[in-house]
């Protein structure tokens, strides 16, 4: 008999955008995301952070005060995005951890993306996440918020010779 206990697409997929955000080096916010074609193949993922040839060590990862990182970086939905190369985005769905700001919603309106899954909406009240939702609205995508039975997944680099 086959295993029961696998993980879903959707949980698969989520999963390889949260993995992303395990490569950003904002010590504030970690936010990964994960682009699939219709087919269920990994087109492109991304994460928050700086801008090629920025270094990670020159540029600020203020919040606040004079000189934050907000003018500086790039949103893991932008990355993946800008990571596919050009490939065709028509009808792709998005998995993201938080919801997109109204920056990243134009970018995923205009690429093609149908779909999106997300696990936070933090800041649903904000002027910026009210207008991402208007325009994805508008727009025809399709946003969820992913809920599953599924709390936490570990990974381990053990060899099964060392087990």
Not at 35 to 45: A, G, H, P, R
Not at 57 to 66: L, M, Q, V
Not at 107 to 128: M, R, W
Not at 137 to 158: E, P
């Amino acid at each position: 008999m086959k295993r029961t206990d696998y993980i879903s697409w959707d949980e698969y997929f989520m999963g390889v955008a949260m993995l992303a955000a395990r490569r950003s080096k904002d010590p504030s916010t970690q936010v990964g995301a994960c682009i699939v074609s219709q087919d269920n193949i990994i087109i492109s993922t991304g994460y928050n952070g700086m801008p090629k040839g920025c270094s990670d060590d020159e540029f600020p990862w203020d919040r606040t005060g004079e000189d934050t990182k907000y003018p500086y970086v790039v949103h893991a939905e932008l990355n993946a995005i800008l990571n596919a190369n050009g490939r065709d985005l028509r009808g792709s769905r998005l998995y993201v951890a938080l919801f997109p700001c109204n920056e990243c919603a134009k970018a995923i309106i205009q690429s093609g993306v149908k779909e999106l899954y997300y696990l936070s909406d933090k800041y649903a009240d904000t002027p910026t996440t009210k207008a991402s939702k208007r325009m994805l609205d508008a727009a025809g995508v399709k946003y969820t918020q992913l809920r599953t039975g599924i709390k936490s997944i570990t990974l381990d680099f053990i060899p099964e010779e060392e087990k």
